[in-house]
């Protein structure tokens, strides 16, 4: 069981401190020291292989740090494993991908749903939230297969999934990368509103300078990382 964190680390969603990681093609990314706060709201900024994607899934769990901490709500995530990382992202990490990653063939209720037993809340929890989330992003026709959606809509339900669990910390890689600048305007003002609603911390990833201004803290990925070139 976890134990309760003390009252302090929770003013952080997240901590990263020592974190080393490398591919063996020789990218490799070096955090000494990085917090964000509670409901902070971050762009982490970078070109194409700059290495954004790869501290996403450093923080999200889905790639080991060869050294360091990843403390996500006042817990080290980094020393769980298995069921318990499992749990612990599902009840704290809400993800974003460009892609979307929606489950076709799947109501965009049952999407949401998912997502919300997977952080073990009941049947019921599920899909009283799952409809209360997405009707306050303007999906109001919760029972539709989610290929029926427009893509807009269908960035709303991937955001409602996010959100609806209330994480700590939500992360959204490259989510305006296929819009065009209006509609990516559009889509960051919905993510934004959405985490603070839940009252989430938030690092959205992009390479688009059109989004810096939308943000209060910058973090540029390459003063993290380097790339050692072959000889
Ligand atoms: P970004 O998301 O900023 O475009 P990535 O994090 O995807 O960048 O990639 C950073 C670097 O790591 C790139 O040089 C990329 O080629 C390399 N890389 C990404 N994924 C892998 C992998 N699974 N194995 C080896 N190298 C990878
Ligand atoms: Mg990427």
Sequence with gaps: MLSTPPVDSLSHAL????????????FSIAIPDLHVAAGEQILLAGTSGSGKSTLLHLIAGLEDAR????EIHGTNFTALRGAARDTFRGRHLGMIFQTLNLLQGFSARENVMLALMLAGHSTLEQ??????????????????LVETLSVGQQQRVAV???????????????????????NARTAIALIQSAAKSAGAALIVTSHDPLLRSAFSRVIEVCEFTSKRVAT
Excluded at 67 to 70: A, H, P
Excluded at 167 to 178: C, G, M, R
């Design 15 to 26: 901590r990263l401190s020592g974190v080393t990681f490398s591919y063996a093609q020789g």
């Design 67 to 70: 050294s360091g901490e990843i």
């Design 127 to 144: 899909s009283t939230r799952a409809d209360r989330v997405l009707a306050q992003l303007g999906i109001t026709e919760s029972h539709r």
């Design 160 to 182: 409602a999934r996010a959100v609806a669990g209330n994480p700590s910390l939500v992360l959204a890689d490259e989510p305006t990368a296929s819009l065009d600048p209006e």
